[in-house]
């Protein structure tokens, strides 16, 4: 008895959690319910509500880069919060190391430490942020002269 309990168990376990493939069923992350909430928020300006829902999505899934990634921009441009915008920018580098966004992540952990810097009681840094401030700026100049200078040399 015990045994056909356990066979017809295993059955309804199958037939139910797996799809034709054989595999089990997984949501993307971005057809997530909270996620798409979070969209919508986001598009109504209502940013407090939107980071709700992503914050949803991040302690329901073990993996959830891309909610990672915009809780991260809503703590750091509407919100004012660069410590937690950085926590969570590193997050999504954990998951997604080799992302095509990684670079661009990791120039907005930049940024977020940049505005840390300015809020501190003070300002002892700003001297030096503006200096690294016109330091990218002078290096992203220099860049694109040297392009400039290759087209026309083409």
């Known amino acids: 008895m015990l045994k056909h309990l356990f066979a ?5 376990f199958m037939l139910v959690g797996c799809d034709d493939s054989g595999s089990l069923e997984v949501v993307a992350e971005r057809d997530e319910k909270h996620f798409n909430r979070g969209q919508l928020k986001l598009s109504q300006q209502r940013y407090d509500e939107a980071l709700g829902a992503f914050l949803k999505v991040i302690e329901k ?6 909610s990672h990634l915009e809780a991260g921009r809503l703590y750091q441009d509407y919100l004012g919060d660069p410590v ?9 580098l954990e998951y997604m190391p080799n992302s095509d966004e990684a670079p661009m992540v990791k120039q907005m952990i930049e940024e977020a430490k940049k505005d840390f810097a300015r809020q501190l009681p003070g300002k002892p840094y700003d001297d030096d942020i503006d200096r690294l401030d016109l330091l990218e700026i002078i290096e992203s100049v220099r860049e694109e002269n040297l392009e400039l200078k290759r087209q026309l040399a083409a």
């Open 8 to 12: 017809l168990g295993l059955i309804c």
């Open 61 to 66: 899934r073990r993996e959830a880069p891309e």
């Open 84 to 92: 937690a915008a950085i926590y969570h920018y590193r997050k999504y």
